[in-house]
């Protein structure tokens, strides 16, 4: 790729500056036969709203007339700082639920805050931008419209305006009760996938055809269909209108919000049903129709290019919604680094080959496939590029398991030793739990050619006291104690130790703390005997795999 790609996607925090959606917009415009009739003679059933031309322009007007009401009693203006705390007050508001629909299924609040008027008039903005590209212009552009088609799906879950306007932006004249509020969703709902399912069709512009669908269009498709939303991906067609928030007093936070509400309610199947194999199916036509025409599509490249290419890349490894190509997904993976950098790609390439490093027949296929000498050498430089903290604790596994299997062709012992330790304590320095608990587990047991230390085993345990395995391993230490050093078993102390381990985040997934409660419960280490509590934990780590609790609840059995 060239490097013009590659510096946009690194500014990809910066969410890709106004000027290039710009040209983007400029660039993809839909022909008339594509979403439009006639300019003169629309008919309502070939445009994805419910509105005909004479409509629209009521509607419009009516709008008008009652923002210019609103605006004359309680200007509201425009919006300049960057804190939410800033936001400017508007007068009272109107009044959320009806006297009789105060128990409605879709309420949880009262009245509408300032931060709602906002939303009414960022929702406002989006139509008059969409009817402009609708009514005016030669050709439909594809990106202003996937942005409407994605406000119609923010906005179709949000109560306050469900509950206060219709889909033409037109504020109804008292508040729906339960029935009117699911019915107007729905109509929200139909027209967002009809403005969506056009974009994903046949669809030309002033510049291209797009003969399988128009990009994103595809991706936002595929994520409806998996129920997991790229919010980063969304989120851009906000930032990219920095002008329509900040004059209606909207912030990323703000939109954020919508964008959970959004996922929740995809997640309980309230847009489509969740179906691997048709997600698979649009992330596989939006990554065809990128490379189609890459030379006038970088722009939807930095959008999103490579975060399709990721989920492409994770369906084929683990065959979601279709067969599992290794090979394929490897190949995506390395594509993916390679062109455009990115970090997950690459580590995902890096440890699934470095898991292969005996399969000689797999790393020459590699080899072939992506062109290389030595795909494991790559690798290997791509987890030092990275520098991350899980990057570097996969280089200690492997340097690690060099040395376990004195494997010192390519290093001689004392530098695999070296090696090994650096990036561990790298990837500690990083603030990775495992590499403390790993480091601890060093010089607990005297790894890697290591004496057994106590004290900097359990300085590195102590270092990360919030992480389950390491109070494991201090419950450990307390127990057996170390009379060399003076220091003293304690049961109570290890117990406790133990306790907490278990109440540590996902403690309760490691069974090797449930077998040992079930333990102390047995024989009474550091409290009294207490057989029914044995059995529990004991049953608990059989149930996570524990092979020495599973032989003794069915010895108990018999």
Not at 175 to 204: Q, T, W, Y
Not at 239 to 263: F, T
Not at 449 to 478: E, H, R
Request: net charge neutral; proline share 3%; aromatic share 14%.
């Amino acid at each position: 790729m060239s490097q013009y790609h590659q510096e946009q996607y690194y500014n990809k925090t910066n969410r890709y500056n106004n000027q290039i959606y710009q040209n983007q917009i400029s660039q993809h415009n839909l022909s008339q036969n594509s979403l439009q009739s006639s300019s003169d003679h629309r008919k309502s059933s070939e445009l994805p709203y419910p509105l005909n031309e004479d409509e629209y322009e009521a509607a419009e007007h009516q709008r008008r007339e009652r923002q210019e009401l609103k605006t004359f009693e309680s200007p509201i203006k425009p919006v300049n700082s960057s804190s939410p705390s800033q936001r400017k007050n508007v007068t009272s508001p109107p009044q959320l639920v009806s006297k009789h629909s105060q128990n409605s299924v879709f309420s949880n609040t009262s009245t509408i805050y300032s931060k709602e008027q906002a939303y009414f008039q960022y929702f406002g903005h989006n139509y008059n931008e969409v009817i402009k590209d609708t009514t005016k212009n030669a050709y439909f552009t594809p990106y202003i419209q996937l942005k409407w088609s994605i406000t119609l799906f923010v906005f179709s879950f949000h109560l306050p305006f469900i509950q206060h306007y219709n889909i033409n932006c037109v504020e109804l004249h008292r508040p729906l009760n339960d029935k009117e509020l699911l019915h107007n969703s729905r109509i929200i709902l139909e027209h967002a996938m009809k403005v969506l399912s056009r974009l994903c069709s046949s669809i030309k512009t002033n510049k291209r055809e797009f003969d399988i669908g128009y990009p994103m269009a595809l991706y936002f498709m595929g994520q409806l269909y998996s129920q997991k939303l790229d919010f980063d991906f969304l989120l851009s067609f906000f930032e990219n209108d920095p002008i329509g928030a900040q004059q209606c007093g909207i912030y990323k936070v703000d939109y954020n919000e919508l964008l959970k509400n959004l996922q929740s309610n995809l997640s309980k199947n309230k847009i489509l049903p969740l179906n691997d194999f048709n997600a698979f199916k649009y992330y596989e036509k939006c990554y065809k129709a990128l490379y189609s025409g890459e030379d006038d599509s970088s722009s939807d490249w930095i959008l999103c290019g490579v975060s399709n290419l990721f989920r492409l890349s994770v369906c084929l490894e683990y065959g979601k919604g279709c067969d599992v190509n290794t090979y394929r997904s490897l190949q995506l993976f390395y594509e993916g680094w390679k062109d455009w950098k990115d970090p997950v790609s690459g580590y995902k390439l890096a440890c699934a080959i470095i898991r292969e490093d005996e399969n000689y027949e797999f790393l020459d296929e590699m080899n072939i496939l992506l062109n290389q000498n030595s795909i494991l050498n790559v690798c290997l430089k791509i987890l030092k590029e990275l520098n991350s903290p899980q990057s570097n604790f996969e280089l200690g596994k492997y340097y690690e398991k060099l040395y376990n299997e004195e494997r010192f062709n390519q290093y001689d012992r004392s530098t695999v030793i070296a090696l090994t330790l650096k990036s561990y304590v790298r990837s500690f320095d990083l603030n990775y739990n495992l590499a403390s608990w790993k480091l601890g587990q060093i010089y607990e047991f005297g790894l890697c050619g290591q004496p057994v230390d106590m004290i900097k085993s359990l300085n590195f345990y102590y270092k990360d006291t919030t992480f389950p395995l390491n109070c494991l391993c201090i419950a450990g230490w307390l127990l057996t104690g170390n009379k060399e050093i003076g220091f003293m078993p304690d049961d109570k102390e290890s117990l406790k130790w133990l306790t907490q381990a278990l109440n540590c985040n996902n403690g309760e997934k490691y069974n090797k703390i449930y077998y040992g409660l079930g333990i102390y419960y047995q024989f009474g280490i550091g409290c009294q005997i207490d057989l029914l509590k044995s059995k529990e934990y004991m049953q608990k780590a059989a149930q996570l795999g524990h092979s020495k609790a599973q032989i003794l609840i069915n010895q108990s059995k018999k």
